[in-house]
């Protein structure tokens, strides 16, 4: 006699609930809803700063709307070895943390400071004559690119780190921060995956 065992509908149950566990979520384009591959670009919404992923066709499409509603992130990020500021510059600038990003908003028609924190991105209110006169000292702050790129500033510790970034870089850093914060002064773990986003922006960037 066949003694193999036969599988009853529960024990097909189980296994499809293991393999939907398993399945790793997916991504689709928040604009048509397509499925996304891993890397895919984004949009960005300057009216309320809101980030869409987007696929191809989409970031294309949209992004060249003549209305303006999106703008697309480019994926580039710029060193800036010759980057001038003093520490009396960045003070005067009145922030709460030695981590920031300062981004041109077309709609505002104004500079955005922006600072991360585990309730997310924090808004700090920016002192033009500061700004101003750092941006006159540093020709390629003239030429990023409004709501789209930022200047991206980290002066922790031994840090003087400044980069041209992406928006969505920026916004990814301020979640890392929110999600992996523990503690008063945010954990090891944090410090750890902060250091690791720089290196590789770093190892991405090409000089402005």
């Known amino acids: 006699m066949d003694a193999t065992p036969v599988a009853t509908k529960n024990d097909a149950f189980s296994v499809l609930q293991r393999f939907i566990r398993q399945r ?5 384009c928040d604009l048509c ?3 996304l591959a891993v890397q895919h670009p984004h949009l960005i919404e300057p009216a309320n700063r809101h980030l869409q992923c987007a696929c191809q066709a989409c970031a294309i499409l949209f992004s060249n709307q003549g209305d303006g509603r999106f703008a697309r992130v480019p994926t580039d990020v710029g060193s800036l070895p010759d980057f001038r500021m003093t520490d009396l510059q960045w003070a005067g600038l009145m922030l709460p943390i030695q981590l920031a990003f300062f981004f041109n908003s077309s709609r505002e028609d104004r500079v955005v400071a922006l600072y991360p924190s ?13 700004w101003a006169e750092i941006v006159s000292q540093n020709e ?6 409004s ?12 840090h003087r ?13 301020v979640g890392l921060i929110r999600m992996k914060w523990t503690g008063l002064s945010g954990g090891t ?3 750890r995956e902060i250091d ?3 290196a590789a922006l770093k190892a991405r960037a090409r000089e402005r």
Do not use: H
């Open 118 to 130: 585990p309730a997310g991105p924090t808004e700090s209110l920016l002192p033009l004559e500061t």
């Open 24 to 28: 790793k979520p997916v991504e689709r």
């Open 33 to 35: 809803g397509i499925e």
């Open 189 to 191: 773990e944090m410090w």
């Open 196 to 198: 690791q986003f720089f």
């Open 161 to 173: 780190e400044y980069l041209i970034a992406p928006i969505d870089e920026c916004y990814k850093l």
């Open 140 to 145: 390629s702050l003239a030429n990023m690119r």
């Open 147 to 158: 709501d789209v790129e930022a200047l991206l500033v980290n002066r922790t510790g031994e």
